[in-house]
């Protein structure tokens, strides 16, 4: 696997930090849980888009790209950080905002990610829910080609074989750093959406032939889907990297038990691991993605499914941004008490 030979433009904060986190570790009196920091890849609060684009940005700059065009869900954090990559690079960004949870509160609609999209000098126009995201991009396209733009168009999450590209990478990172601290893991857990995370990771896993298993929480997608779109990403990214057949179907699994009433609809247990991983370890997560997936870990641990015995990293793929679009989840007043004073 030597990932030189694909164009790629070095931006992100690598590696990113691998810690453990003691005190969850303890709270749930079970495995040695560790912490993959890719929600400190660096570009505008971080996240996992940013190794994707890393690889898809040098090759719509190869293109000679005068802008891209992407698509997401209103909080999209891929669209934040395809936004602050194209301002990084002097290129325009647009980009076709899906409505996917009907959310009016303005928190939603506005704040978080959609302020920072605004604020990088992204422009965007907005669709109903349940359209063929892709069509429409292809669409827009179209159009935008006609209008004499250069348009380099990224799939929704930045999943394609080129942006899974940054997940084989984020496989090696992690594998390095593991081996240089002698922390033998038993294995990886991670938010999945639309597939390029864990593609890009399990291809690099398997290609460095590390033995790590790793499971994917689902957020939208039902089982069989989310696997099939995952594995089907996992050979592309393969025959991209010249080792073709090296994931098998059984090496993708996902748990898509975790996704509640829907995409980007919080669940009690997301919001309760929000808050434990908040308050016991000082990381914030996010109420689509990452608080879902851990949401994940969690229960499975309560449920004995991971082993008391085991070491597992929970990659952290960012997506705090996302926070402010869902404030009123929390239902936290104005104030909050102190414990009251002991006399
Ligand atoms: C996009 C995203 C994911 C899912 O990654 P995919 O590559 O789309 O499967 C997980 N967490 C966060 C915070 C994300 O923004």
Not at 6 to 32: C, D, N, Q, V
Not at 152 to 161: K, L, M, Q
Not at 226 to 253: I, P
């Amino acid at each position: 696997m030597h990932l030189a030979r694909f164009p790629r433009i070095h931006l992100a904060h690598l590696p990113t930090p691998l810690e453990p986190m003691e005190r969850l570790s303890k709270e749930l009196g079970g495995p040695t849980l560790w912490i993959k920091r890719d929600d400190c890849t660096g570009l505008s609060t971080g996240g996992n888009k940013t190794r994707k684009l890393e690889f898809l940005m040098a090759e719509a700059r190869a293109e000679g790209a005068d802008l891209v065009l992407t698509q997401g869900a209103t909080q999209s954090n891929h669209a934040r950080q395809t936004a602050a990559f194209a301002a990084k690079l002097g290129i325009d960004c647009h980009i076709l905002l899906e409505d996917r949870t009907g959310s009016t509160d303005p928190a939603y609609t506005a704040n978080g990610n959609v302020f920072l999209d605004f604020l990088h000098g992204a422009t965007a126009e907005t669709r109903p829910g349940g359209l063929d995201m892709n069509a429409e991009l292809e669409a827009a396209a179209e159009r935008l080609r006609a209008q004499g733009r250069t348009v380099y168009a990224i799939p929704g999450g930045g999943s394609n074989p080129t942006g899974a590209l940054g997940y084989a990478n984020c496989a090696l990172e992690l594998v390095h750093q593991a081996n240089e601290r002698g922390l033998r893991i038993d294995r990886i857990v991670h938010a999945t959406g639309s597939a390029g995370t864990q593609a890009g990771l399990v291809t690099g896993l398997q290609a460095l032939n590390a033995g790590i298993p790793v499971l994917g929480i689902g957020v939208r997608a039902p089982k069989p889907k989310q696997e099939e779109s995952v594995y089907a990403l996992a050979c592309a990214t393969a025959d991209k990297l010249g080792c073709a057949g090296v994931v098998a179907r059984e090496d993708v699994v996902a748990n898509t038990d975790y996704v509640g009433p829907g995409y980007g609809v919080p669940t009690p247990e997301c919001l309760e691991a929000i808050e434990l991983f908040a308050q016991l370890e000082g990381i914030l997560l996010d109420p689509v993605y990452s608080g879902k997936g851990a949401a994940g870990l969690i229960d499975l641990i309560r449920k004995g499914e991971i082993g008391r015995d085991e070491t597992v990293v929970f990659l952290h793929t960012g997506g705090a941004a996302g926070l402010f679009g869902y404030v009123g989840a929390f239902g936290y007043g104005a104030a909050k008490a102190a414990p009251e004073a002991v006399a």
